[in-house]
Each structure stands twice: as C-alpha cells, then as structure tokens.
C-alpha cells in the first residue's frame, strides 16, 4: 500500500529556513499529486503548499516564504521554509492524492487519501 515518509523537521529560531522531504512507495502508478499540510492542536489541518494542477498552490500565509518541489525520480516532494515564524510551529504532514486538483480545491485535506505521519517544526 502508499506510504509516505516525512523528514526534516525541527527547532530553528525566527528568520530561519527548514527543508522537509516526503518519500512516498507503494504506489503502482505516477499520476498522483502531493502536497504539504500543517496542523496545530485544536485547529483543522490546513494546506500550506501542494503540486497543483498545473502549478503549485500556497497557502497565503506562506507565499514568498515556502516553495514546493517534486523529484519525480526519487519520488520525493521537498517543502523549501525561508524566513520562518512563530506561527509557522505545527506538526507539518505530507499527502497524496490521484486526484490532482486545481485551485483552492488543491490546498483541501479532504481531497488527500494518504498521510505521512507528520514531522514537527517550532519556531521561536
């Protein structure tokens, strides 16, 4: 079955950069798409930047701060953090999905069936 593997994950001060990775196997086909999500305790998980279709979607709040990219001979999904901030702390998790949407539909939990376990970034 897909799995997805986090890593990258940590402590770094404001004004500092992080870069997570996401290695997903299992999968029997490479028309999926891939994206990263945040969650905070008591707050709804939310997307942060996802593949897209056809670009890459972020989340306002990380725009010009974080950037997607996807390796698709390691089939691996980077999330490149700059100028990180306090309230950039959550546990970060990566998704994947087949259905590789557009839009604001892109950044939507619910439209991703398979999860990382989730890595945590703090910042302060």
């Known amino acids: 079955h897909v799995q997805l593997v986090e890593s990258g994950g940590g402590s770094v001060q404001t004004g500092g950069s992080l870069r997570l990775s996401c290695t997903v196997s299992?999968?029997?086909?490479?028309?999926?798409?891939m994206g990263w999500f945040r969650q905070v305790p008591a707050n709804r998980r939310e997307g942060v930047a996802v593949?897209?279709?056809?670009?890459?979607k972020y989340a306002d709040s990380v725009k010009d701060r974080f950037t997607v990219s996807k390796d698709k001979t390691k089939n691996t999904l980077s999330l490149q953090m700059s100028n990180l901030k306090p309230d950039d702390t959550a546990t970060y998790y990566c998704?994947?999905?087949?259905?590789?949407?557009?839009?604001?539909?892109?950044?939507?939990?619910?439209?991703?069936?398979?999860w990382g376990q989730g890595t945590q970034v703090t910042v302060s």
């Open positions: 998704a994947a999905t087949w259905a590789c949407y557009s839009g604001a539909q892109a950044l939507r939990s619910d439209g991703y069936s398979y």
């Open positions: 299992g999968h029997t086909r490479n028309n999926y798409c």
């Open positions: 593949e897209g279709n056809p670009t890459p």
